[in-house]
């Protein structure tokens, strides 16, 4: 059996790690090295890190701050942030990043989740899907540009349908981003979670909710999921990640230690 992972989560803006609630109103948290540094020494399996306005900024995603990181870790990371094109993925991929992360790009133009696919591998290509439920409408949308809420828009996709659509074009993992529940800390949304898990053949990550160790044990024996993301609880050291991990192996969850 596969160990599940651990993976903090580092949303970068204006070239520092910030954190919102439900994807709005973001604080600064600190720099990005030194906690990717702390992050990896605490025995985090993976880190992600999402430069959150370079979508909706239209740029790419820094690459300064990607090789800064991979002199200091020795843990695969993955970084998103507006790579639109096969250079874009190359340049971030030659600095240091193990994998590449494509979320409002993928909704733009699907076929890049193939182009790059081929190109590098399904192994090193996630998407990112930021889900949100509509009250409204009791259907779960998929959301574009979220990295600013002044641009942020509702896409035509419900949730489960694109979740089948990135599989079948190439995604080698994804990432389902709650945005109902991200920064709030009330536990991830395990009703979508384990609906997604139903119809995904790749490998799946939880993330929004994360507030104690318990939330963890759920989405990995309630919903099956393959890794658990988490910022918020890491960020304040709300969760000390090596101790989450003995309570993770003493609830019998595959892990590694």
């Not at 182009?115 to 779960?140: H, M, N, P, R």
């Not at 574009?144 to 809420?149: M, R, S, V």
């Not at 997604?196 to 963890?216: D, T, W, Y």
């Amino acid at each position: 059996m596969l160990a599940k992972r651990i993976i903090p989560c580092l949303d970068v803006k204006d070239g520092m790690v910030v954190k919102g609630v439900k994807f709005r109103n973001h604080e600064i948290i600190g720099d990005i090295v030194p906690l990717a540094k702390r992050y990896a020494e605490e025995g985090a399996d993976e880190l992600v890190f999402y430069d959150i306005t370079a979508s909706s900024d239209e740029r790419v995603v820094d690459k300064s701050w990607v090789s800064r990181v991979a002199e200091v870790i020795d843990i695969p990371f993955c970084v998103a942030g507006g790579i639109k094109t096969i250079e874009d993925a190359n340049r971030t991929l030659q600095n240091g990043a193990d994998k590449i992360s494509i979320n409002s790009p993928a909704l733009a133009d699907p076929s890049l989740i193939t182009k790059l696919a081929d190109k590098f591998g399904v192994q090193c290509i996630v998407v990112g899907i930021d889900s949100y439920y509509c009250d409204e409408t009791s259907q779960y949308q998929v959301k574009q540009f979220t990295g600013d809420e002044k641009r942020t828009v509702t896409t035509t996709w419900n949730t489960f349908d694109w979740v089948k659509e990135v599989q079948a074009r190439g995604a080698g993992e994804i990432v389902l981003n709650v945005m109902n529940q991200d920064g709030v800390r009330q536990g991830y949304d395990l009703e979508q979670l384990s609906r997604v898990r139903e119809i995904c053949n790749v490998p799946l990550i939880a993330s929004g909710g994360a507030g104690e160790m318990q939330h963890f044990k759920d989405a990995f024996k309630i919903s099956d999921v393959d890794g658990a993301l988490a910022a918020s609880v890491f960020h304040k050291s709300i969760i000390d990640i090596g101790e989450l991990k003995q309570y993770l192996k003493q609830q019998e969850v595959a892990i590694r230690l």
